[in-house]
């Protein structure tokens, strides 16, 4: 059984999502908003399907997927690619491969203790994210 991720979460930490945003060619005014704002995450895990939101006074972003199942991912809002995404279970850590124009692009959540955890990956640039239930 791999452990529920389900549920709301706020941030409460965010490391290097300046130099992930940069690897994404976000610009400069988009950058300077998006590092202030806090996002909540709300994901709904039923078996295989997923539903992630993440909510913010800024910009919302939704994405829905099957374990092992490739899905097309259009980063509509945030850097506006296209990608081939592919998430599944490596161990008790949800991994994402967003294939693209951009390399090494993904993610992966796991939890620890009552927390959970995000990391983002672009291009050598990694981003920590951690969030706690609200
Ligand atoms: O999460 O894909 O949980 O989709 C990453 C922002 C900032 C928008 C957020 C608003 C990347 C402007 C989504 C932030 C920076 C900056 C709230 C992360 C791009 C543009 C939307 C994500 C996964 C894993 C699920």
């Keep these: 059984m791999p452990v529920d991720l389900s549920g709301t979460w706020n941030m409460v930490s965010n490391e290097n999502f300046e130099g992930y945003m940069l690897a ?3 610009d400069f005014a988009t950058r300077k908003i998006a590092k202030m704002v806090k996002p909540q995450k709300v994901i709904k895990q039923n078996g295989d399907s997923f539903t ?13 997927f099957k374990i092992g199942e490739e899905f097309d991912e259009d980063t509509k809002g945030l850097d506006n690619r296209k ?10 850590r949800l991994t994402c491969i967003q294939k693209g124009e951009k390399a ?15 990391e983002m990956f672009c291009e050598g640039q990694v981003c920590k ?6």
């Design 104 to 118: 090494n692009r993904g993610w992966t959540h796991w939890i620890e203790g009552d927390e959970l955890y995000l």
């Design 129 to 134: 994210q951690r969030f706690q239930r609200a």
């Design 24 to 26: 994404l060619g976000i």
């Design 52 to 64: 992630i939101q993440t909510l913010s006074t800024f910009r919302n972003y939704l994405v829905q």
């Design 83 to 92: 990608c081939k995404s592919l998430v599944t279970w490596d161990n008790d």
